[in-house]
């Protein structure tokens, strides 16, 4: 099992949480699974940004982003070169750091 590390996030995790994943599995799914209730308005299907957060450490584990996700975090609030999508950030043997953005966009909840 890998280890993920979440920073404190004062809506989702205040105190911050320490979780584990088993390789394979997205950094999402584990968020979810641990109840760390990240937003996630597509399903996971790479269609938005909500799950945005930023690899402090761990990064290259998670493999290269591809072209639609790269395309798709150029919207995301806070955006770092460190920063992947979670629904699409797939867990490795290495451990991971993630800190989730203060904000988040959602064009279908902010009507856009």
Not at 93 to 100: G, H, P, S
Request: aromatic share 2%; with cysteine.
């Amino acid at each position: 099992m890998t280890v993920i590390r979440i920073l404190p996030h004062a809506a989702l995790c205040p105190e911050g949480k320490t979780i584990s994943a088993a390789p394979g599995t997205s950094v999402c799914e584990a968020l979810l699974e641990n109840g760390v209730a990240i937003e996630h308005a597509c399903d996971m299907s790479c269609a938005c940004t909500t799950c945005h957060v930023i690899v402090r450490e761990g990064f290259n584990s998670l493999g290269e982003a591809d072209e639609t996700e790269d395309d798709l975090l150029d919207r995301a609030w806070g955006l770092t070169p460190q920063s992947r999508l979670s629904c699409q950030a797939i867990v490795a043997a290495t451990d991971l750091v993630i800190e989730i953005p203060k904000y988040t966009i959602n064009h279908a909840r902010e009507n856009h």
